[in-house]
């Protein structure tokens, strides 16, 4: 249950309606809105307890939540949440495709990258610095060096960057340089991360865990969503499956399930979900079919010659036909290409 | 390796490679294809080995094939597999929408369901009258009278009809109805069943198992193709992992890559793939924007009262709209409904 | 709810119970056990209507089975279910071990391989003469052929003999032949099978299906209980999961979980349940250790040479060295190996 | 490939070995063992390259590691690691046995928990303050706090503690209370924490991640090693699959499976693994039986009343009845309990 208080509400009129939750056996949380204060009932509650509140002074609406996670419910927040990441809306009529190499490797890499993907349409340029690798042994990432690059591809194209953090000790480091810090699969759980990430006020990109359920995914966003930061895209790369001729299987399900159950954006990541450039763009267009919010893609100008994932790298030229594809399949949703709408090639007929 | 003869191949051309092949230690299997006789090699081909059948008098065409199914490869036969079903043809630029109820449960219900699905844009009638169902308790299907009840909505609407089979035991009286036989995902491994079938020229609609890799599903296609019987469309209906949310997991990746891998059509079951109907429109476009030839999709005119699976069946309208999505993205992929394409409603702004 | 009759209620008693569940809009289904009428009332029950049946005339007793199986549960069946295979007890005090190779492959190979596990302690001797191969290709298994061997085997031996039935069609055959009738993995819901075995009185082995859950596995079960063959074994043999290390994961907590709910005897099969010799004998004391009720072990006498399986194939000796450890264990259960405890060696020290 | 030099090998003798390392195109990373120096070579190796460095001054032996963990694998080392934890060691004939609470929930309940499983035979304490909860809105732990218990409860005792860390955020504060460090499933690939694990030299309970491989956690306990601790023991917890009669699949394999792959110590987790009380002992036994070097179980002195697992924790009765099975278990594969042998009962009729 979640208890918005009208925006004039006063303190004493927050402690009584506190008072009375906990007179329930429940516990309450404050969450300061931008628009108001909203209580949140934490506990089981019974039939009848929402009425408790109506009418109370002070009280807006009261809503049932019947999720583990409140804020991140539909059930709490009707309407999808749109937030802006450095140019373009994220959650609404836009589709946006963040597109980038793995791993930032060079100055020129990122440069020319950053312009190719630009030039296809893409919105947002990916590039990770700090490289969550299963062995010790493999590349690390170029850490602050590889941010420095990627603050220059951003200069010369306009892109906003996306990159991924590792650990709590990065995290000022980060947001000094990104528009969205990307959480990934391996680190979903990784609660300390979350709650230090829900004191910022940078949007973030978390990635469902290899092995997560669509609740536990929502969860870890209710630690960031708790903590005050609000812009959290939510992205499906896949999950860990029995089946091994793709990297991972992709959980089309999830695009539904999530628009449904919550209010956050949801976006799809086909390079990690299938493993395979062949496979990528097939998959792209059933996300956008599904009426996801977004891709995250990676393209390499180089697949062969990449430091990390160049076997499920687009090159730029069929990342520019995938980019065609499904600007046009949105279309049929009603909606667009985030930013490079003005420049896609118009519908074949149309 | 395949070794395809030439139309004109005599016996003793044939016997020849034959010969040849169980020199080289691999053991051959001769298939009679409607144009030539077709020789596969099975077991580990060396590097080179090809070339020893290259130029042998009676041989077209050599290929290698990789897989361990042979005929359901694309190696084997590059080009898709397209065939006539009742009225339509599956596997090329025409998109396959067979619908219809879980089970056959009255004339009146299985006519006026077909009627329905007819008007909304579907190409096939499906409908169970043998129900694998998980408890010995619950209701088994109509039997003999529910494929009576099916040939009359045949009569009614020109709808082919596609229903399940368990059991040899049930083939006679099943090819003496069906336009398509079903073998349903717990029986994909039914080894017995599957050579019975192919035994047969009846096409055939066979299902993933619930934990059968892509690989696996071909390996059973192969068993049917293997006896003759070449008219098989695969249908990924969704696997079962760790995610509860939906009932299986829809494997999308499953699409892309079995059009890599083999000529056969493929389509997906949205329906059982989520396990709800609010899913199920979402996931359909998804799987034609991924580049199924079609589709199978439970609907039911009073899902409420549905008998098995009311959960997951679509009403017509919400299927109805559902065609109209379809339809649209199908032509953003060069595609069209298959039969229903004159009264599709155009593309908007088209 | 099954409603238990006394021995010599009447055919009026028994309808009069058949009324008054019908009358509480549940479904009534009759079971004819040794001792008496069991009435099962199928569908959703309220609190309170157990008292309904509570002194009715003819009511012996009433059990409340919240279960959707039935006959096999605890809850109906409190005790556990012990019978007799061919000369020894299963699901009481003592460890059965079935043991031979995955295929008969000659008169001479199963009856030495008889002779050796014999030996080592086995009850029972195993081998397939009907194999569901993945491939259409690969060897299928001798047929009549490999029943006649066997039967040899059991005449040389004394050993019953357990083997794998595909097909309706083998049924006749089959039960001629052996002692158990063994239903593998990927026939766990052949349900045409199961009904059709459930009208023999051969007693079967029933392996759980590569992705059944556990209360899927009980309920094949049912289906075989329901039609009257009520010495049904039970067999882990490992579940498909993400991991590829084994060939299959051994659901070790399956054991301690189909104890609790039923009554029927379980056993494990830690050859395929880890697809390597190396592995075997682990999982076997774990087996025990854990509380099973035997194991079924795959033996040959040249694993090299085995035309299937030969990798998960213990030879003799490392097969008497595992009988030996885990006698040993049984004894800290209170328990003992099936037959050959006479010849197990005196545990060490003791 | 890991070459170990000679104890008195010179700077310029392993100078010369990474130059020789590095034309063969591969890269040299060198570890500083207690005895020896040792350099790893990492790449894909030829046939023969081992030659390249017999007999070179200053090597000591070359030994082929195949797999992509080095210090982990068995190949590189061969003996099992036996390591010492504050009184007992593990890895060796004796079982180690961890206990206590999920959470550390006050002074009284840790202390006396902590009797009761000394007592029972236990070898160290196990017990809460950081905990990573699904939920923002559940307990987080006592923190510093809680550790004051722990150390209180080790000061009247005499058992180690063993705790979860969460964050390297914490990693001072617990270096100064903990015996062991253990590492939760969901930070199991929390790269920046291993690597500042690997930098201190307290011991490690590494648990595997949720859908973690085999080889993953190896990778992991690698990232580990790699840092120069080498006290490392890895805990098999379950892994998350489609069952969910129980909290998670124990899986039983991984024992004789890592036993065999690394030289590391292997425990279990049965209160996870299952995730009921019921269930524990059972698999505890399995554990022991299939070849565990320990267990870490789950005790509370009232479960019904735990702050979290309550379900899964046995009550010390239960605890000590479990420990005086695996003990004699243990003697069966000629082991010991760890700490408590002198006290455990004899081998019934032993």
Redesign the interface.
């Known amino acids: 249950m979640m208890i918005i208080m009208k925006s004039d509400a006063t303190p004493t009129q927050v402690e009584r309606v506190v008072e009375r939750i906990e007179a329930m056996g429940l ?1 309450a ?1 404050l969450f300061q809105e931008s628009e108001a204060t909203v209580i ?1 009932a ?1 506990g089981e509650t019974r039939n009848g307890s929402m009425d408790t509140f109506d009418g109370l002074d002070g009280v807006d609406t009261v809503r049932r939540v019947t999720h ?1 996670y ?1 804020l991140a419910s539909r059930q709490f927040h009707p309407a999808d949440s749109i937030f802006s990441v450095g140019g373009f809306t994220v959650g609404g009529e836009e589709i946006a495709v963040i597109a980038g190499p793995c791993s930032v490797e060079s100055r020129s890499q990122i440069v020319e990258t950053a312009q190719a993907v630009k030039e296809a349409g893409a919105s947002a340029l990916r590039g990770g610095v700090f490289k ?6 493999a590349f690390q990432g170029l850490g602050e060096e590889g941010l420095e690059f990627l603050a220059e591809a951003r200069e010369k194209t306009g892109l906003p960057i996306v990159s991924e953090i ?4 990065q995290l000022d480091l980060m947001v000094r340089y990104v528009d969205v810090l990307q959480i990934g699969a ?2 979903m ?5 979350l ?1 230090a990430i829900g004191e910022t006020r940078t949007p973030v990109l978390l990635k469902r865990g ?2 997560a ?4 995914l929502l ?1 870890a966003a ?2 960031i969503l ?1 903590g005050g930061n609000r812009q959290v895209i939510l992205c499906e790369r ?9 990297r991972n ?9 999530l628009k ?1 159950l919550t209010h956050l954006p949801v976006i799809l990541d086909p390079s990690h ?2 493993g395979h450039a ?2 990528v763009s ?2 792209a ?7 996801a919010d977004g891709l995250i893609v990676e393209v390499h100008l180089h697949p062969d010659a990449a430091v990390s994932d160049g076997k499920q790298s687009l090159r730029p030229e069929k990342f520019s036909e995938m980019i065609r ?1 499904i600007g ?2 949105a ?4 909606r667009r290409l985030a930013s490079a709408e003005a420049s896609a090639p118009a ?4």
Chains 1, 2, 3, 4 share one sequence.
């Open positions: 516990s949380r949140g934490i583990p409140k969550p690798r299963t062995s010790p042994y590792l650990s709590q000790t391996r680190n759980q990784n609660f300390s991360l709650r290899l092995s359920t669509i609740e536990e969860m209710e630690y708790a896949g999950i860990r499956t029995f089946e091994t001729t793709t299987t992709t959980d089309i399900n999830a695009i539904p399930v449904d979900a299938t062949d496979y097939s998959v267009r059933a996300a956008i079919g599904a009426g594809q046009q399949i279309r049929v949703l009603n519908l074949a007929g149309g």
